[in-house]
C-alpha cells in the first residue's frame, strides 16, 4: 500500500481500527483460494471421454440421417446440438428438468434448498435438486449416488459452466442422456422408437423422452407401456398447467399411441457411409451430397431387381447431378450375402462396349468423322487381333451413329488404330478416370475399344456426366465441403460439337424394350458387357442427371448371357423415372455439322477406314484368305442354351464379294453381308473349309474339331 492511501486510511481512522491488515489478509486469501481453484482445475478437467466416444454420424446434404455407427462401447450415442431439438422438447425439459438452467452457474441453491426441505418432510427424496449441469457430470463421471458424489457433480457441474456454453452443455445432455437399453440421446431414442429425427417430434412423443431419462429401465415404451403412457401423460398436464404447451395439443399428445417396439436405426448408403466414416475422426457428423428420399427410392428399386438374380450376384448404382457432379443415391451391393460388403461402385471391372462412346467422341474430335460416315463392318485383322461382333455377324457398310447404336465392334476397333490407344487412354487418365491395364507394364492396346482395362462404375458414372456437360470433365463430388476441383483441375474430355454428337447418337438408342424413344423423357445411353458376360453395364444421362448401372459377381464368375442390354438396362430407365425433373435436352452447339437428307457430307468425311482419310477400301483388292478360323485350328463344339452346337463363325479377308463357303466340299448358305458364313459342325474330327470369291480366288483352311 502506498504511504498516501496509508494516509488516508489514518485520517478516515480505518487505521487504528486495523482495517489495513485485516483488508491485507482477506484479499491474500481470495487470491489464495482463486489460486488453487484454478490449479485444481488445471489438474482435474472434466472427463469428456464418454461425450467424445460418440457414434459417428454420416447425413445426406440436408441433415437426415444415413446411417449410424455403435460406438466402441456398444452405444447408439449419437451427437446432437441443442439446435437440432425440436423447440417444443426443449420448452417441456428445461420446465421438467431445470426451469432457471439459463440463469444458474450450474448448481441452483434454490432447487437444492427445495428438494432438501420436501426430504426433510416427507422422510424420503422426493426430487433431486440436480441442475441439468449436475445430470451431464453425472452422466460423463457415472458415480454411485453418495452425498459425496453431489458434492462432486456440483464441483463438476461449476466447472463445466466456466468452459463451457449453455448450449455445449445442453448439446452434451442431448447426447448423452439414457433412452434405454443402449440407446444414449435424444437422437438415438426419437429416430429408434418413432423412426423421425427429433426436430420432428410431435407433443407426445416429445413428452415421452422427456420422462423416460429418469428412469430408463422402467418406463421404456416398448417393454413397460403402462408406465410409460402415464409419465408421459402426467408431463403433458403439466406442461399444461404451466402453459407450455395448450390444453388441445397436451389432450392430442396423450391420445397418440406409444411405440411398441424399437426400430432399426437408418442403414442407407452402408457402402459410401463406411467409406466416408474410415477418412474421418470417430465420432464425426459427416455431411454427404446423397439425397436420402431418392437414395431409399433407388434402393427400393434395386432391391426389385436384385431378387431376380442368383444368391451370389450384386447389383451397384450411382445416381449423379451433372451441373453440380454431386452424388445424390450410392449403392454399392446388397451388403448382405457373400460378396455384398464389397462396394462394386467402386471396384474397378471391365466396361465392355459402354467406353465406345468416349472413343467415338475423341475421333469426331481429332478424325475425319462425323455421325453420318459410313464405315465398313466387315472382317478385318490387325496384326493378331480379330475382333468380332457380338452377335458374330458382320453388317457391311454402315454410319457411325449405325455403328454406335449397335455397338458394332469392327468400326470402334478401326477407330481406335487410328486414334490411338496411348493417345485415348491418355485422355481417360487426363481428366481423372483411374484406368487399371490387365498388367501395370503393359502398354495399352487396340482391345481398349472393347472394354479391355478397369474402371470403377463411380468413374465410369462421370465420365458420362461429362458426356451430358459438354465434354467439360469435372470431379465427382461426395461430400459438400468438396469444392470442384479440389480433386483435379478443371478439364475437357472432349469438345462440345463432339460430345453433342455423342449425346445425339445414344438418344436414338432403341429402348430396352424396344420403343421409340419419342414423347418419353430424353435419355442418351449405352450397355456394356465384358468378356465372358462377367460385367453387365447400363449408363445414361438426362438434361439434368446421370444414372450409372453395374450387375454382375463380384468375384468375376461369368453369368452365361446376362447381357447388359437385358440385365443393366431394364433397371437404367426404371431407375430414371425416379428422377426429380425432365429437363430440356441439349440444343446444338455452335459448329455442329448437319448432315442427312438434303445436306451431303465433304468427301472428306464421307467414308471412314483405316486407310488414308475417305478410306479406300484397300481389303477388297487383297488376295483372298481365310481370317477365322485359321488353318490348323482346333475348335471346340460349343452347346448353346438349348442343347444345340454354338455356330462357328467363317470370316475371310480380301477378294470380290460374294463369297461363297464349302465345308467338306459342300457349300453352305451365303451370308447377308456376302463375306461371312456360320457352320455348325455335324461331329468331332478334321474338316476341310474352303472359300471362293467372285474373282474365282480361293482359299482354304483344315481345321480340328473335338
Known amino acids: 500500500m502506498t504511504p498516501e492511501w496509508r494516509a488516508r486510511l489514518t485520517r478516515w481512522g480505518l487505521a487504528r481500527q486495523g482495517f489495513v491488515p485485516w483488508g491485507t489478509r482477506l484479499g491474500a486469501g481470495v487470491l489464495a483460494l482463486a489460486l488453487l481453484v484454478v490449479a485444481l482445475d488445471r489438474l482435474f478437467p472434466p472427463d469428456l471421454r464418454r461425450w467424445q466416444e460418440r457414434s459417428t454420424l454420416v447425413t445426406d446434404e440436408g441433415g437426415e440421417v444415413l446411417r449410424a455407427f455403435i460406438t466402441a462401447d456398444g452405444a447408439w450415442r449419437l451427437p446432437m446440438s441443442a439446435t437440432e431439438a425440436n423447440p417444443t422438447y426443449l420448452a417441456m425439459l428445461l420446465a421438467y428438468e431445470d426451469h432457471r438452467f439459463y440463469h444458474h452457474p450450474g448448481v441452483d441453491p434454490l432447487a437444492l434448498a427445495r428438494a432438501a426441505g420436501q426430504a426433510l418432510r416427507h422422510g424420503r427424496i422426493v426430487s433431486g435438486g440436480s441442475t441439468l449441469t449436475m445430470q451431464v457430470a453425472r452422466l460423463l463421471e457415472p458415480r454411485p449416488r453418495t452425498v459425496v458424489s453431489k458434492l462432486v457433480e456440483m464441483a463438476r457441474a461449476l466447472q463445466l459452466e466456466a468452459h463451457y456454453s449453455k448450449s455445449d452443455i445442453l448439446g452434451m445432455y442431448l447426447t448423452l442422456a439414457p433412452f434405454g437399453g443402449n440407446l444414449e440421446g435424444a437422437r438415438a431414442a426419437s429416430l429408434a422408437y418413432f423412426g423421425r429425427p427429433p426436430a420432428a417430434l410431435t407433443p407426445g412423443q416429445a413428452a415421452l423422452l422427456v420422462t423416460l431419462p429418469q428412469s430408463p429401465t422402467k418406463r421404456r415404451p416398448d417393454l413397460a407401456p403402462a408406465a410409460a403412457r402415464a409419465g408421459r401423460?402426467?408431463?403433458?398436464?403439466?406442461?399444461?398447467?404451466?402453459?407450455?404447451?395448450?390444453?388441445?395439443?397436451?389432450?392430442?399428445g396423450m391420445s397418440e399411441p406409444l411405440p411398441t417396439d424399437r426400430r432399426p436405426l437408418p442403414f442407407l448408403a452402408p457402402h459410401l457411409a463406411d467409406r466416408l466414416r474410415r477418412a474421418?475422426?470417430?465420432?464425426?457428423?459427416?455431411?454427404?451430397?446423397?439425397d436420402a428420399g431418392l437414395q431409399r427410392r433407388v434402393e427400393a428399386t434395386v432391391r426389385g431387381t436384385q431378387d431376380t438374380l442368383e444368391p451370389a450376384a450384386e447389383v451397384a448404382v450411382l445416381v449423379m447431378e451433372i451441373g453440380s457432379r454431386k452424388v445424390r443415391a450410392y449403392v454399392g451391393g446388397s451388403f448382405t450375402g457373400p460378396f455384398g460388403q464389397v462396394d462394386m461402385a467402386a471396384a474397378p471391372r471391365s466396361p465392355g462396349s459402354a467406353l465406345k462412346p468416349f472413343l467415338y467422341g475423341l475421333g469426331f474430335e481429332a478424325l475425319p468423322l462425323h455421325p453420318e460416315t459410313r464405315i465398313n463392318d466387315v472382317p478385318t485383322v490387325f496384326g493378331?487381333?480379330?475382333?468380332?461382333?457380338?452377335?458374330?455377324?458382320?453388317?457391311?457398310?454402315?454410319t457411325v451413329r449405325e455403328a454406335l447404336q449397335q455397338s458394332l465392334n469392327v468400326p470402334a476397333v478401326k477407330v481406335l488404330d487410328r486414334l490411338g490407344p496411348a493417345r485415348f487412354l491418355g485422355r481417360l487418365r487426363e481428366v481423372g478416370a483411374q484406368v487399371m491395364l490387365p498388367r501395370p507394364d503393359a502398354a495399352p492396346g487396340l482391345p481398349l475399344a472393347l472394354g479391355g482395362l478397369g474402371l470403377s462404375l463411380a468413374d465410369l458414372t462421370n465420365l458420362y456426366a461429362d458426356l451430358g456437360d459438354g465434354g467439360q470433365a469435372r470431379p465427382l463430388v461426395l461430400t459438400p465441403s468438396e469444392a470442384p476441383g479440389t480433386k483435379r483441375p478443371a478439364k475437357r474430355l472432349m469438345g462440345?460439337?463432339?460430345?453433342?454428337?455423342?449425346?445425339?447418337?445414344?438418344?436414338?438408342?432403341?429402348?430396352?424394350?424396344?420403343r421409340a424413344a419419342v414423347g418419353e423423357r430424353w435419355v442418351a445411353y449405352k450397355t456394356g458387357t465384358s468378356y465372358g458376360f462377367r460385367d453387365a453395364w447400363a449408363v445414361g444421362f438426362t438434361p439434368t442427371h446421370v444414372v450409372g448401372v453395374w450387375v454382375g459377381r463380384p468375384d468375376g464368375t461369368p453369368r452365361p448371357g446376362a447381357a447388359g442390354r437385358d440385365m443393366a438396362a431394364p433397371l437404367l430407365f426404371r431407375l430414371v423415372d425416379l428422377l426429380p425433373d425432365r429437363g430440356t435436352p441439349p440444343e446444338p452447339p455452335p459448329g455442329v455439322l448437319e448432315a442427312g437428307p438434303g445436306h451431303a457430307l465433304p468427301p472428306a468425311l464421307a467414308l471412314f477406314d483405316r486407310g488414308t482419310p475417305g478410306g479406300s477400301l484397300a481389303a477388297a483388292a487383297a488376295p483372298l484368305r481365310i481370317a477365322f478360323p485359321p488353318d490348323g485350328a482346333e475348335l471346340e463344339r460349343t452347346p448353346g442354351r438349348d442343347g444345340a452346337p454354338v455356330p462357328v463363325p467363317l470370316e475371310a479377308l480380301g477378294g470380290r464379294p460374294p463369297l461363297r463357303w464349302l465345308v467338306n466340299g459342300l457349300p453352305l448358305p451365303d451370308s447377308a453381308s456376302g463375306e461371312g458364313a456360320d457352320w455348325i459342325p455335324d461331329g468331332i474330327g478334321f474338316a476341310d473349309i474352303a472359300v471362293i470369291d467372285a474373282a474365282g480366288q480361293r482359299a482354304k483352311a483344315t481345321v480340328r474339331v473335338r
Open 280 to 290: 474421418a475422426l470417430p465420432g464425426s457428423v459427416i455431411a454427404s451430397t446423397l
Open 233 to 252: 401423460d402426467a408431463l403433458l398436464r403439466r406442461m399444461a398447467a404451466k402453459g407450455v404447451l395448450s390444453r388441445q395439443a397436451a389432450r392430442e
Open 496 to 514: 462440345a460439337v463432339a460430345a453433342w454428337y455423342v449425346a445425339d447418337i445414344l438418344s436414338g438408342t432403341p429402348r430396352p424394350d424396344g
Open 384 to 398: 493378331d487381333y480379330a475382333p468380332r461382333n457380338f452377335d458374330g455377324g458382320f453388317h457391311g457398310l454402315v
